[in-house]
């Protein structure tokens, strides 16, 4: 498995030791008919209305390097000079620049403008950068589309095609993604081509609203192979807006430790935190979240890490041998 990653290297988001945690955005979704139903606009207009809202990333540590792209990705414009990209974009720069779309790392685009990062938050994958106030803005969307629906992302593939546009449909919903100490959860599954470069960029819906963040594939020598991940506008933009609001993002806490690479096994309870209020106890097996089944620790923590401060949740535990069903306040 390949990450869409715009950089070689990732910060370790979880590491083996203590994990706070936190879950569920709820997915709002809408049918293929319910979609038709509003204001559809066609396939051009749908790229003429959102191009002028995309720039590309570049860093201090941009490269072409074959067939990869780092340190370049995509953002785009939520308003008043605020743009979304990925976090992995922009990790471990010292300068971030945002530059005309129409641009390559060829021939960059004398006018960049260096942005003010606002905040990164590597357990969601979301950044905020900001620039003076372009004119065009995204809209957030407001329903998750269906499996079978119409999807398009812009961005710069390679970092050599500012401005690509590519089409496809929603293949799937509620997928994880791990690689180089990143889990990410909750995810779109698309087969609209993306490929390195694409990172950070909008994957729109058919009224050219955001339906999310196009974040990795999986593919040979980093390119698409038509399964592409993207973060859902229902985790990004509530991490954009506590972005814009704090620099941070405050996840909510369970207070357990484990090991990321093996099952979902208790090995410590913190006293006092939520788990332990809650009744959690050492050697405890969790199996799923809110229904949600669960393969190791790391997706564990990765889920909780999507939910909000002082959210519920269930969590299916397996105790001497017994399943039991417990209700947590984070």
Same mark, same amino acid.
């Given at each position: 498995m390949k990450p869409l990653w715009a950089l070689a290297i990732l910060g370790v988001m979880l590491g083996l030791g203590?994990?706070?945690?936190?879950?569920? !955005?709820?997915?709002?979704?809408?049918?293929?008919?319910?979609?038709?139903?509003s204001s559809s606009l066609t396939v051009p207009e749908i790229y003429k209305r959102a191009k002028p809202a995309v720039m590309t990333v570049r860093t201090d540590l941009a490269r072409l390097d074959d067939l990869e792209a780092r340190g370049v990705g995509t953002a785009f414009h939520i308003g008043d000079g605020y743009f979304v990209t990925s976090a992995h974009v922009i990790a471990g720069a010292r300068e971030v620049?945002?530059?005309?779309?129409?641009?390559?790392?060829?021939?960059?685009?004398?006018?960049?403008?260096?942005?003010q990062v606002i905040g990164s938050d590597t357990l969601t994958d979301i950044a905020v950068l900001k620039i003076g106030a372009p004119s065009t803005v995204l809209e957030w969307a407001s329903e998750i589309p269906d499996i079978g629906a119409s999807v398009y992302a812009i961005g710069n593939p390679f970092g050599r095609a500012p401005g690509s546009f590519s089409s496809g449909i929603v293949s799937g919903r509620e997928r994880v993604f791990s690689a180089e100490g990143l889990t990410l959860v909750h995810l779109?599954?698309?087969?609209?081509?993306?490929? !390195?470069?694409?990172?950070?960029?909008?994957?729109?819906?058919?009224?050219?609203? +955001?339906?999310?963040?196009?974040? #990795?594939?999986?593919?040979?020598?980093?390119?698409?192979?038509?399964?592409?991940?993207? +973060?859902?506008?229902? +985790?990004?933009?509530?991490?954009a807006a506590e972005l814009i609001k704090n620099g941070k993002v405050k996840h909510a806490t369970l207070g357990v430790t484990g090991n990321n690479d093996l099952p979902a096994k208790i090995e410590t309870v913190l !006293?006092?935190?939520?788990?332990?209020?809650?009744?959690?106890?050492?050697?405890?097996?969790?199996?799923? +979240?809110?229904?949600?089944?669960?393969?190791?620790? #790391?997706?564990l923590a990765a889920l909780i890490a999507h939910a909000s401060p002082n959210s519920s949740l269930k969590l299916e535990i397996l105790r001497d041998g017994k399943k039991q069903t417990i209700t947590l306040q984070l």
């Open positions: 203590s994990i706070f945690l936190s879950l569920n !955005p709820s997915f709002r979704t809408a049918s293929n008919a319910q979609m038709a139903t620049m945002l530059e005309d779309s129409n641009r390559t790392l060829e021939k960059p685009d004398q006018k960049a403008k260096i942005a779109l599954q698309t087969d609209t081509a993306i490929n !390195p470069g694409n990172s950070g960029g909008p994957l729109l819906n058919a009224q050219g609203q +955001v339906v999310g963040i196009n974040a #990795a594939i999986i593919g040979g020598a980093g390119s698409s192979a038509g399964v592409g991940f993207v +973060v859902p506008f229902t +985790v990004a933009q509530r991490i !006293p006092g935190s939520s788990a332990e209020r809650a009744g959690i106890k050492t050697r405890d097996l969790i199996l799923s +979240v809110d229904g949600m089944p669960l393969e190791n620790f #790391a997706e």
